[in-house]
């Protein structure tokens, strides 16, 4: 790469950093995380998908700092072989002997663990983000072992999204009418067009601008980092997951509906899908490790934006989409999907939605119902808990509701009704 290249590379990134850090910005819930870990020594690792808010969030962490910045998803360093000893003489000269260091989008930057390593070594404190899941966890945890911090960063979660509306609510407000009127239209508004902050800040509508990034991430992620040959399959099979969020996939059954000709084929294409934080995929919970594997998945989608976006029918359906916005919020919380978090199926074969557990305690079961209306729909989803209940030994049952609260007292075990809104409220009140 030329000098003076570089040079102007640098340069307008500067720009872009000094404009970016003017911008208005939306307290992240992480934010008190990630500001008590800018000072430690250890590399700083924010994890999350394209478009999600990690550069702001991460541009934020430093903002009391003198820090140097350079993006390596900069569209001039396509083609380009980029010396690392030039960058970080560029980098001196624009920024002076700062220690601070953030470097946006780092998986683009060939064995870049090394480069990381190599600098903590040095004495700077180091900020890294990026978009790619897996790759990036598999090298953290084999180069930068207990000498990295990862954040994840997902779109808004609904405290973001109503600080981003600046519409402040309590449980007490929320009682008057004119208030709750209010709470329940945002409440649709946020469970249709999700918590991206492009969507959310500047009202974009979800279809245009979500379809678009669907297939910049498809194309940047997944078809040029792999390699993928037929990348008509793997946004078939993204499109065809996305349509069926909330529901339960086999890798047999989905080779032979989108007529790939290898299962192993599908499962390596659906992990890119997940690594790119597009989509996770959800086990069923048993004791057995082999039981886990066998069982068909669930699969969710990392924002509802793109579910209301990639949809094939009109409107997606409400108690899909409430499911998955339930999934998305417990992983905000820092539930590992197949670790902390699992679906469940009892010895009846009744589903209970959600199995939350704490290192290896089971601590809740949870179902998400859009209306209960009607006594079979209740029946249905007490039953399904009280029997994992008594399978599993579990006290703590929750049932989700749009906008019903009550309890149900049955054979001596209590069932928590609660409004998804007060539930999705609870956070910032505790």
């Given at each position: 790469m030329?000098?003076g290249?570089l040079?102007t590379?640098v340069?307008?990134?500067?720009s872009?950093?000094?404009?970016?850090?003017?911008l208005?910005y939306?307290?992240?819930?992480?934010a008190?995380?990630?500001?008590?870990?800018v000072s430690s020594?250890?590399?700083?690792?924010?994890?999350g998908?394209?478009?999600?808010?990690k550069?702001?969030?991460s541009?934020?962490?430093?903002?009391?700092?003198?820090?140097a910045?350079f993006?390596?998803d900069?569209?001039?360093?396509?083609?380009?072989?980029?010396?690392?000893?030039?960058?970080?003489?560029?980098?001196r000269s624009?920024?002076g002997?700062?220690?601070?260091v953030?470097?946006d989008?780092i998986?683009n930057?060939?064995h870049?663990?090394?480069?990381?390593?190599r600098?903590?070594?040095?004495?700077?404190?180091v900020?890294?983000?990026g978009s790619?899941?897996n790759?990036?966890s598999?090298?953290l945890?084999?180069?930068?072992?207990?000498?990295?911090?990862?954040?994840?960063i997902?779109?808004?979660?609904?405290?973001?999204?109503?600080r981003a509306k600046?519409?402040?609510?309590?449980?007490e407000?929320?009682s008057?009418?004119?208030?709750?009127?209010?709470?329940?239209?945002?409440?649709?508004?946020?469970?249709a067009?999700?918590?991206?902050?492009?969507?959310?800040?500047k009202n974009q509508r979800?279809l245009?601008y979500?379809?678009?990034?669907f297939?910049?991430?498809?194309?940047?992620?997944?078809?040029?980092?792999?390699k993928?040959?037929?990348s008509?399959?793997?946004?078939q099979?993204?499109?065809?997951?996305?349509?069926?969020?909330?529901?339960r996939?086999?890798t047999?059954r989905?080779?032979?509906?989108?007529k790939?000709?290898?299962?192993?084929t599908?499962?390596r294409y659906?992990?890119y899908?997940?690594?790119?934080?597009?989509?996770?995929s959800?086990?069923s919970?048993?004791?057995?490790?082999?039981e886990r594997?066998?069982?068909p998945?669930?699969?969710?989608v990392v924002?509802?934006g793109?579910?209301s976006?990639?949809?094939?029918?009109h409107?997606?359906?409400k108690?899909?989409?409430?499911e998955?916005?339930?999934f998305t919020?417990?992983?905000?919380?820092?539930?590992?999907?197949?670790?902390d978090?699992?679906?469940?199926k009892t010895?009846?074969d009744?589903?209970?939605?959600?199995?939350?557990?704490?290192?290896?305690?089971v601590?809740?079961l949870?179902?998400?119902?859009?209306?209960?209306?009607g006594s079979?729909v209740?029946?249905r989803?007490v039953?399904?808990?009280?029997e994992?209940s008594d399978?599993?030994?579990?006290?703590?049952?929750?049932?989700?509701?749009?906008?019903e609260?009550r309890?149900?007292?049955?054979?001596?075990?209590?069932i928590?009704l609660?409004?998804?809104?007060e539930?999705?409220l609870?956070?910032?009140?505790d």
């Amino acid at each position: 790469m030329q000098k003076g290249l570089l040079k102007t590379i640098v340069s307008k990134q500067q720009s872009e950093k000094e404009t970016l850090l003017n911008l208005p910005y939306v307290e992240r819930a992480k934010a008190e995380q990630g500001k008590k870990w800018v000072s430690s020594d250890l590399i700083k690792v924010v994890l999350g998908p394209r478009r999600a808010g990690k550069s702001v969030f991460s541009l934020m962490l430093l903002k009391d700092q003198d820090f140097a910045y350079f993006n390596f998803d900069d569209p001039a360093l396509v083609g380009e072989k980029l010396d690392l000893y030039e960058l970080m003489d560029e980098l001196r000269s624009l920024y002076g002997n700062t220690k601070y260091v953030l470097f946006d989008e780092i998986q683009n930057l060939p064995h870049w663990e090394l480069f990381a390593n190599r600098l903590h070594r040095q004495g700077y404190n180091v900020v890294l983000t990026g978009s790619n899941a897996n790759l990036l966890s598999m090298e953290l945890a084999t180069h930068l072992t207990g000498r990295h911090f990862p954040i994840e960063i997902l779109p808004f979660d609904f405290n973001e999204f109503l600080r981003a509306k600046n519409f402040v609510v309590d449980s007490e407000s929320a009682s008057l009418p004119q208030k709750r009127g209010e709470l329940f239209k945002l409440m649709e508004e946020y469970l249709a067009s999700g918590g991206f902050p492009e969507v959310v800040l500047k009202n974009q509508r979800p279809l245009g601008y979500l379809d678009v990034l669907f297939d910049a991430v498809l194309f940047k992620d997944v078809v040029k980092r792999h390699k993928v040959r037929f990348s008509e399959q793997i946004d078939q099979l993204g499109s065809y997951l996305i349509n069926n969020v909330s529901g339960r996939y086999s890798t047999r059954r989905l080779a032979n509906i989108l007529k790939f000709k290898s299962d192993v084929t599908l499962e390596r294409y659906l992990s890119y899908l997940i690594e790119a934080y597009i989509l996770f995929s959800l086990s069923s919970y048993s004791v057995k490790a082999g039981e886990r594997l066998k069982s068909p998945k669930k699969i969710y989608v990392v924002d509802n934006g793109f579910v209301s976006a990639k949809a094939i029918q009109h409107s997606p359906d409400k108690g899909k989409l409430m499911e998955n916005l339930v999934f998305t919020e417990l992983v905000k919380r820092g539930a590992k999907p197949n670790r902390d978090l699992f679906y469940y199926k009892t010895r009846n074969d009744r589903e209970v939605d959600f199995v939350v557990k704490k290192g290896t305690e089971v601590t809740e079961l949870m179902q998400v119902c859009y209306d209960l209306t009607g006594s079979d729909v209740e029946q249905r989803e007490v039953k399904a808990l009280l029997e994992a209940s008594d399978e599993l030994k579990v006290k703590k049952m929750t049932v989700l509701t749009w906008d019903e609260k009550r309890e149900i007292k049955k054979d001596g075990s209590v069932i928590q009704l609660k409004p998804l809104w007060e539930w999705l409220l609870e956070k910032a009140q505790d």
